[in-house]
């Protein structure tokens, strides 16, 4: 373990192909510090890992998804120096992603969808170690799983920090002293060896998770854009890139809908206080974003976010009147399907809350066996086609003016939810989907513009 360690993690579209991947490479090898290399699964492969597992398809409609992915991958494995060296690794984990994909139980069972899910990271980090290697330096094809302890939650599992820190110093650190080790982002293994996920985008976590049991002092985030931005720069072209955030307002930031971060990941980095950075694989020269504990300047307003597919669910039961614990039973059952609330207001018979829901996904799932056991409890009334719009910022709830501004860059939209003054950090109203682009336009150019 050392002090100057670097973590560095590359998403799918900075390792999509032959070229973005050797441009991967290059960041790693100029900086010395960087001895563990997360990756992503290739852009494009995830989504069609997510088809094969969630979707009842033909095998003739599997064969050609299943074709789609070897396309990608053999694209990258025909221009390397060497193919040979790692040909028949590769063409055995295509032939294990095709047995997972053709089992006749995969839309039904949440083990085999992760076994499937982790192919894509799995094939990456072999060929982006082969690629390394290329340039002259030792890099290994390390398994995660070897370290990356979870519980047995399949497709949304929670790692275990005692257990990754353990493993980690016995099996991992040893590796750092010879070579560059290239491991997965996003996959685990729980106590009996089963293949688990940290859910969508968790190749971020992984790096933070791997860059706290290590004792490392950075963990690099690099992307396609340069840094965290005031806005999703695909909303508006005034958005600018931020020099830096703090831990807490990165965390509002990917809480509330900023792809750039997953939202775990700012937990090991505050725990440990590890500095991470936020840049380009492409353009790594332009610099990017740091996200320290202390800013040295901390202003009002740092950046607007989108969440997309928020329910509204409101529970409504004149027993709560004066009556104790009608909020426990209700939270409760949240609890119990571990669904996460994001915004929340109440009155005096009925609470609203949102929910994500994304289609297709596990939350959607389980959020109507939830509904359903509510619905046995109290009145329940959902609406959907919303999504949260969050201005982050600090001490939002004691400077005067600040409210008065953000309010009159949305006055002609329809709030359904607004929640301000839990947090010093962030100011969320929850709004028609199909005005959210324009809430978004309009609060950056009142606050940034």
Same mark, same amino acid.
């Given at each position: ?7 560095? %993690? ?8 032959? &070229? ?8 790693? #090898? @100029?900086? !010395? ?33 299943? =074709? *789609? ?28 992603? =095709? ?10 069972? &949440? ?11 799995? #094939? ?66 729980? *106590?009996?060896?089963? $293949? ?38 695909? #909303? ?34 505050? +725990? ?13 020269? %332009? ?5 320290? +504990? ?23 039961? !004149? %027993? ?25 207001? $109440? ?31 109290? =009145?329940? @009334? ?11 910022? @600090? ?27 839990? @947090? ?12 959210? $682009? &324009?809430?978004? *336009? ?8």
């Amino acid at each position: 373990m050392q002090s100057s360690l670097n973590i560095a %993690k590359f998403g799918g579209t900075s390792v999509a192909n032959y &070229d973005t991947i050797n441009n991967c490479a290059q960041v790693v #090898i @100029n900086n !010395p510090n960087t001895k563990v290399v997360v990756v992503s699964a290739a852009a494009g492969v995830t989504n069609h890992l997510v088809l094969l597992a969630n979707t009842s398809l033909t095998s003739q409609q599997a064969s050609e998804i299943i =074709e *789609k992915i070897r396309v990608i991958e053999l694209a990258i494995l025909n221009e390397l120096k060497n193919p040979s060296e790692v040909e028949d690794k590769l063409f055995a984990l295509l032939d294990e992603l =095709e047995e997972y994909a053709c089992h006749e139980e995969i839309n039904f069972r &949440d083990d085999l969808k992760d076994a499937l899910l982790s192919m894509g990271e799995r #094939i990456s980090s072999l060929l982006v170690a082969a690629i390394i290697r290329e340039h002259g330096y030792q890099a290994i094809n390390f398994d995660v799983r070897k370290v990356l302890r979870t519980d047995s939650r399949h497709t949304e599992a929670s790692p275990n920090i005692e257990d990754i820190e353990r493993l980690s110093a016995q099996l991992l650190a040893p590796e750092l002293e010879t070579a560059i080790v290239v491991t997965q982002g996003f996959v685990g293994a729980d *106590k009996a060896g089963k $293949t688990t996920t940290l859910g969508r985008g968790g190749s971020d976590f992984t790096a933070a998770l791997l860059a706290e049991a290590l004792g490392a002092s950075t963990c690099e985030i690099w992307t396609d854009v340069i840094g965290v931005y005031t806005t999703d720069p695909r #909303i508006t072209d005034k958005a600018r890139p931020l020099a830096e955030l703090s831990f807490e307002e990165a965390a509002e930031m990917a809480t509330f809908g900023a792809k750039v971060l997953h939202p775990a990941t700012m937990e090991p980095a505050l +725990r440990q206080n590890i500095k991470v950075f936020v840049g380009s694989s492409k353009e790594p020269e %332009k610099g990017g974003t740091w996200i320290v +504990r202390d800013c040295k300047h901390e202003p009002a307003f740092r950046a607007i976010t989108r969440r997309k597919d928020q329910v509204l669910v409101t529970v409504k039961t !004149p %027993k709560m009147m004066y009556a104790q614990g009608f909020l426990e039973q209700v939270f409760h059952i949240i609890a119990k399907h571990k669904l996460s609330v994001d915004l929340i207001t $109440t009155s005096e018979i009925s609470v609203s809350f949102t929910l994500d829901n994304p289609p297709n996904s596990m939350s959607e799932k389980i959020n109507k066996e939830t509904l359903l056991e509510l619905s046995q409890l109290c =009145e329940v @009334n959902v609406e959907r086609d919303f999504d949260a719009v969050t201005v982050v910022g @600090n001490n939002m709830h004691s400077e005067a003016g600040v409210s008065a501004k953000i309010f009159a860059a949305v006055a002609r939209f329809n709030l359904r939810m607004i929640c301000f003054g839990a @947090n010093v950090h962030n100011l969320s109203f929850v709004v028609d989907k199909n005005d959210s $682009t &324009d809430v978004v *336009k309009g609060l950056h150019a009142a606050l940034f513009e």
